[in-house]
């Protein structure tokens, strides 16, 4: 596992969207770099991209590799979403 996030957003019909990050920022960049973009209608939209970038030592990121999926849900399904090197579980819980 490289991240484990947990927050609480006021959901609704526009998608909201949350910048996650992991690890120390250099030059503008996180080892672990994100957006969650959440709506909710009937069911909740999900829209999810983030990298996982190799930096080197002074800061440049020399390799990334993408996940960027979407998925539409129900509220408190657990939700598995990946690209095949990367993956995502996602679960909206109403408040």
């Not at 526009?14 to 503008?28: H, I, M, N, Q, Y």
């Not at 993408?66 to 095949?84: C, I, P």
């Amino acid at each position: 596992m490289l991240m484990q996030r947990a927050w609480q957003q006021s959901i609704g019909t526009e998608p909201g969207k949350v910048a996650v990050t992991s690890g120390d920022e250099r030059l503008g960049h996180f080892p672990i770099e994100g957006t969650v973009s959440l709506a909710m209608a009937r069911f909740t939209d999900i829209g999810a991209q983030f990298w996982v970038n190799q930096l080197d030592p002074h800061g440049v990121v020399i390799s990334s590799e993408r996940l960027k999926q979407t998925a539409r849900v129900k509220n408190g399904e657990l939700t598995y979403l990946d690209n095949g090197n990367l993956a995502l579980l996602i679960k909206v819980s109403p408040l």
